[in-house]
């Protein structure tokens, strides 16, 4: 079974609720983001990822969790400047959510992908089709500027 997030309602960095499915026709790479664990590097990485695949209807969404040794205790506000002055981030921060036990949107929802269950670590990955089907989950390890994660989006963005 696909799993669909066309419906999931999440948390914008403001407060207000905001429907995975106004991003239709847009591939998305989905991110547990952390400021403080030893994959914080790879925010360097989504970036790059965004630059240069953004043009072609690509986005990164970044939901910052302390679910995992407590590594992103900081307040959204410090998250996102943390984020922009060392990073340079500019893509979308949401609201703090959980990724595994109670969950909250969009990984209620996503952990239902095979293999399913909760979000092992900081920086997991969904990649998102156009239509919001979860096209591929990507571990932790997984570099932003691997291969596999390129090719990945490379193939979604030409469905």
């Not at 036990?101 to 209620?108: A, S």
Request: glycine share 8%; charged share 25%.
């Amino acid at each position: 079974m696909s799993v669909n997030i066309s419906n999931v309602v999440v948390r914008t960095a403001e407060g207000l609720e905001k429907c995975l499915g106004d991003y239709k026709g847009t591939v998305l790479l989905i991110v547990n983001v952390a400021s403080k664990c030893g994959f914080t590097k790879q925010y360097a990485g989504l970036q790059e990822l965004k630059n240069e695949f953004g043009a072609k209807g690509f986005q990164v969404l970044g939901f910052p969790c302390n679910d995992f040794g407590a590594q992103e205790p900081g307040t959204l506000p410090e998250i996102k400047n943390f984020c922009s002055s060392t990073y340079g981030v500019d893509f979308t921060l949401f609201e703090k959510v959980h990724a595994m036990g109670e969950t909250t949107e969009p990984y209620k929802t996503l952990n239902k992908t095979e293999p399913k269950g909760d979000v092992a670590w900081n920086f997991e990955k969904f990649l998102i089709s156009k239509e919001g089907n979860v096209l591929a989950r990507f571990k932790s390890a997984i570099d932003p500027n691997s291969d596999e994660l390129r090719n990945a989006i490379e193939v979604a963005l030409k469905s």
